[in-house]
């Protein structure tokens, strides 16, 4: 029996990248370079890439942490306001759960905190995780 399954989670299980879009506009916007950066150029990297690649050819008005501040809160609003479980989710991960999996959540995300950065409560969603880990705390 597999000791883990692995899923990423934007686009693949949580369909959120369509809302990404405008919050990243947001956030570019708030840089000051919202004009001169499509979205789609950074979407999908992470954000510690896309900050510093801002950085590399263009001059962003935020700080590295300003920035990130706002990327988290744009993240809440997306996993709690709009994003939902795909179509085809449920079943494996119904059948984790028959299973009796565990709940772990690989953070990619900022802080690899379990209160800025758990399942936001995306419908069908599960609601507990046992623990969160930044990525650069597995082996």
């Known amino acids: 029996m597999a000791r ?6 934007d686009g693949v299980i ?8 405008d919050e990243i506009a947001g956030i570019l916007e708030a840089a000051g370079v919202g ?16 900050y510093d690649w801002l950085t590399d050819e263009y001059d962003p008005k935020v ?5 990130f501040d706002r990327f988290d809160e744009r ?6 306001e709009h994003a939902d479980l795909l179509d085809g989710s449920h079943d ?12 772990h959540q690989l953070e990619l995300g900022l ?5 800025a950065n758990a399942p936001f409560g995306v419908e069908g969603h599960p609601q ?12």
């Open 4 to 9: 883990a399954v692995i899923f990423d989670m």
């Open 14 to 21: 949580v369909d959120s990248e369509r809302y990404w879009r």
């Open 35 to 50: 004009d001169d950066v499509d979205p789609e150029d950074v979407m999908g990297a992470n954000v510690y890439d896309q």
């Open 63 to 67: 700080s590295r942490g300003d920035c």
């Open 75 to 80: 993240a809440e609003a997306v996993y709690t």
């Open 92 to 103: 494996p991960l119904d059948e984790l759960d028959a299973r009796g999996a565990g709940r």
């Open 111 to 115: 802080r690899g905190d379990a209160d």
């Open 128 to 139: 507990h995780v046992e623990d969160v880990a930044p990525p650069t705390d597995v082996a």
